[in-house]
C-alpha cells in the first residue's frame, strides 16, 4: 500500500475520531450565539479541525433534524444566509455532555 493512500486513511479514520468532537464544538456555539456554516468552517479550522462545506452542511442539517438546532434564513447583503441556533434540547445535551467530556479529559489527560 503506498504511503498516501496509508495517509488517506488514516486522516478518514481520524475523522471518525473527531466527529463527536465536532458536533459537540458546533453545539457549543450554537449555545452561544447564532452560527452560520462559512463561521463554524473558519472556527473549526482555528481548532485544527479541516472540514468541508460538503461534511459541515449536512452535519448541521443532521443537528438541526435531531433536534438540537433550528435555522431560519437571513439576508445578508444581497445573499441568503442559513442561521442556526441551539434549542432547549440541544443545551441540554450539551450540558448532558460536559460531564462526559470531563470525565473523558480526566481518563486522557489528568490520568497519566
Known amino acids: 500500500m503506498s504511503k498516501s493512500k496509508i495517509e488517506q486513511e488514516s486522516a478518514v479514520a481520524d475523522r471518525d475520531l473527531y466527529s463527536g468532537l465536532i458536533r459537540l464544538h458546533v453545539l457549543h456555539h450554537a449555545v452561544e450565539g447564532p452560527i452560520f456554516g462559512l463561521g463554524m468552517i473558519e472556527e473549526?479550522?482555528?481548532h485544527g479541525y479541516r472540514i468541508s462545506p460538503g461534511s459541515l452542511y449536512p452535519l448541521l442539517q443532521g443537528l438541526e433534524k435531531k433536534g438540537y438546532l433550528r435555522s431560519t434564513e437571513q439576508?445578508?447583503?444581497k445573499s441568503l444566509r442559513r442561521v442556526y441556533r441551539a434549542?432547549?434540547?440541544g443545551r441540554k445535551a450539551l450540558a448532558a455532555s460536559k460531564s462526559k467530556v470531563r470525565e473523558l479529559f480526566h481518563e486522557l489527560i489528568e490520568g497519566d
Open 44 to 46: 473549526l479550522a482555528r
Open 75 to 77: 439576508r445578508n447583503g
Open 87 to 89: 434549542t432547549p434540547l
